[in-house]
């Protein structure tokens, strides 16, 4: 065959490959740009989530703001000003209800409440226009991993060569399987339904969770719309059972029972979007690096809903990354290796707090034994009566101390740009 008719497949090279389009993708490939890197995002752009919204927390809003999106994010979003928890279980004692206040801890909110099809749209928007880096919307069939760098191949045969590789490919992620990191993975017998409702009464940006012995019933505010002032998006965790059970019914039905379920604080419900599904489950990773490799987001930790750690914990995985990452020098393996040694350290003591404490709510809620049962309620009893342990968790929830990056401490503490990067 003559060479002159063989095609050659197209070889891209960067120094960061993102891999995966994710909500955690696109931020990283907007930090590492802005950090000075030539970075290449590759993997298509999330496609609707049926009522699901996310919950972004103070140092995850510095952190947006340091990627120019913050007020994008927060014209399409709700505060979220306080945390009203509520224990439903009917436990034997019982247990005063708490309510968080964020200006207690000297903020105007806790966070920001918007919907992921938003949230995915102004990230997506603001990557395209930014034009900060390379951007491949195409699924990463496999990968090669050498001790210099990292390649990923593209189902059409293209291959992008990386000098390092972070991986934000979700759940089941294959840069992490081809990396040989192993998961320990579980469930729990519950599902989460998830969707947006309108409603009667204003919620007055107060987040209501209701803790039942299926799992908390959340109700989150949500920025109002025309024809719909009041909004609230609802995180609903329940016995699988009871989920096919509410899916069958009809909508009117359904609406009347989360009215109920919200002892009418809010009036009538009427369902605004179609029900999402989500199976429970936990997983954790034996480790979060290998080689030239990162894991961020979903490829690391996966856990419930509860207390809306998820994204907020991914985006510190991105910032941590960053904070480990930005100065080294990606050509000397031991500058490279002490960055990513740090980066594990890191990483296991915020990912494993947050998974185990999330473990030990969601099991202390749905196993009904009277310790565990005088154990959540001392909780709440403290949290109600002492000031300074109230104001250190409500703190730790949404600015974590333990690792708190640089582009998620305040303006004036932000470095400038580390390299001579594209966003400059
Ligand atoms: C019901 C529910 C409510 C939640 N509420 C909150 C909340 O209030 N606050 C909070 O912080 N968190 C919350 N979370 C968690 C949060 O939604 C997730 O942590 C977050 O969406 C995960 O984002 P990600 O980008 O890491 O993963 P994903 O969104 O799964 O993104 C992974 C991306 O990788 C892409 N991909 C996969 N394979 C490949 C491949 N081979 N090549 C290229 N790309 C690939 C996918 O297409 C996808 O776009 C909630 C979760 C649930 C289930």
């Given at each position: 065959?003559?060479?002159?008719?063989?095609?050659?497949?197209?070889?891209?090279?960067?120094?960061?490959?993102?891999?995966?389009?994710?909500?955690?993708?696109?931020?990283?490939?907007?930090?590492?740009?802005?950090?000075?890197?030539?970075?290449?995002?590759?993997?298509?752009?999330?496609?609707?989530?049926?009522?699901?919204?996310?919950?972004?927390?103070?140092?995850?809003?510095?952190?947006?703001?340091?990627?120019?999106?913050?007020?994008?994010?927060?014209?399409?979003?709700?505060?979220?000003?306080?945390?009203?928890?509520?224990?439903?279980?009917?436990?034997?004692l019982p247990v005063p209800?708490l309510?968080?206040?964020?200006?207690?801890?000297?903020?105007?909110?806790?966070?920001?409440?918007?919907?992921?099809?938003?949230?995915?749209?102004?990230?997506?928007?603001?990557?395209?226009?930014?034009?900060?880096?390379?951007?491949?919307?195409?699924?990463?069939?496999?990968?090669?991993?050498?001790?210099?760098?990292?390649?990923?191949?593209?189902?059409?045969?293209?291959?992008?060569?990386?000098?390092?590789?972070?991986?934000?490919?979700?759940?089941?992620?294959?840069?992490?399987?081809?990396?040989?990191?192993?998961?320990?993975?579980?469930?729990?017998?519950?599902?989460?339904?998830?969707?947006?409702?309108?409603?009667?009464?204003?919620?007055?940006?107060?987040?209501?969770?209701?803790?039942?012995?299926?799992?908390?019933?959340?109700?989150?505010?949500?920025?109002?719309?025309?024809?719909?002032?009041?909004?609230?998006?609802?995180?609903?965790?329940?016995?699988?059972?009871?989920?096919?059970?509410?899916?069958?019914?009809?909508?009117?039905?359904?609406?009347?029972?989360?009215?109920?379920?919200?002892?009418?604080?809010?009036?009538?419900?009427?369902?605004?979007?179609?029900?999402?599904?989500?199976?429970?489950?936990?997983?954790?990773?034996?480790?979060?690096?290998?080689?030239?490799?990162?894991?961020?987001?979903?490829?690391?930790?996966?856990?419930?809903?509860?207390?809306?750690?998820?994204?907020?914990?991914?985006?510190?995985?991105?910032?941590?990354?960053?904070?480990?990452?930005?100065?080294?020098?990606?050509?000397?393996?031991?500058?490279?290796?002490?960055?990513?040694?740090?980066?594990?350290?890191?990483?296991?003591?915020?990912?494993?707090?947050?998974?185990?404490?999330?473990?030990?709510?969601?099991?202390?809620?749905?196993?009904?034994?009277?310790?565990?049962?005088l154990?959540r309620g001392a909780g709440f009893v403290a949290m109600t009566a002492i000031?300074?342990?109230?104001?250190?968790?409500?703190?730790?929830?949404?600015?974590?101390?333990?690792?708190?990056?640089?582009?998620?401490?305040?303006?004036?503490?932000?470095?400038?740009?580390?390299?001579?990067?594209?966003?400059?």
């Amino acid at each position: 065959m003559a060479l002159d008719h063989v095609e050659c497949p197209q070889t891209i090279k960067t120094q960061m490959l993102v891999a995966g389009a994710g909500s955690t993708g696109i931020a990283a490939a907007l930090a590492f740009a802005r950090a000075g890197f030539s970075v290449t995002l590759a993997g298509r752009f999330p496609s609707p989530l049926a009522g699901r919204t996310v919950a972004l927390f103070e140092a995850s809003l510095r952190f947006l703001d340091a990627l120019g999106v913050l007020d994008e994010v927060r014209a399409k979003s709700c505060p979220l000003a306080t945390i009203h928890m509520i224990d439903d279980t009917d436990q034997l004692l019982p247990v005063p209800d708490l309510r968080l206040s964020a200006e207690e801890i000297d903020l105007a909110a806790f966070g920001l409440n918007i919907t992921n099809d938003d949230l995915a749209a102004v990230l997506t928007a603001h990557a395209k226009k930014a034009k900060a880096f390379d951007i491949i919307e195409a699924d990463i069939a496999d990968y090669d991993f050498e001790d210099d760098g990292a390649t990923a191949i593209l189902a059409d045969g293209r291959r992008i060569e990386a000098e390092f590789l972070i991986a934000s490919d979700g759940r089941a992620s294959k840069a992490r399987a081809a990396a040989g990191i192993d998961t320990k993975e579980w469930t729990y017998p519950q599902v989460a339904l998830t969707l947006l409702l309108s409603h009667e009464l204003p919620h007055d940006n107060i987040s209501t969770e209701y803790h039942t012995r299926s799992g908390p019933f959340t109700l989150v505010p949500l920025r109002g719309r025309e024809g719909a002032p009041n909004r609230s998006s609802l995180v609903w965790l329940m016995h699988m059972r009871d989920a096919r059970r509410r899916l069958a019914k009809p909508r009117e039905a359904l609406e009347y029972e989360i009215e109920d379920y919200a002892k009418s604080e809010l009036g009538a419900m009427k369902i605004d979007s179609d029900i999402g599904q989500f199976r429970m489950g936990g997983m954790q990773v034996s480790k979060f690096t290998a080689g030239r490799l990162a894991l961020v987001g979903e490829t690391c930790h996966i856990f419930p809903p509860i207390g809306a750690q998820g994204l907020n914990l991914s985006l510190r995985d991105v910032a941590d990354l960053e904070d480990c990452l930005s100065s080294v020098d990606l050509g000397n393996e031991k500058e490279l290796a002490r960055a990513l040694t740090r980066y594990e350290r890191h990483r296991r003591a915020d990912i494993g707090l947050r998974t185990h404490g999330v473990d030990l709510l969601n099991r202390s809620l749905i196993l009904p034994y009277l310790p565990v049962d005088l154990l959540r309620g001392a909780g709440f009893v403290a949290m109600t009566a002492i000031g300074p342990f109230r104001r250190a968790v409500m703190r730790e929830g949404v600015l974590p101390h333990l690792v708190l990056p640089r582009l998620m401490r305040k303006d004036e503490q932000r470095p400038q740009h580390a390299r001579d990067s594209r966003l400059a």
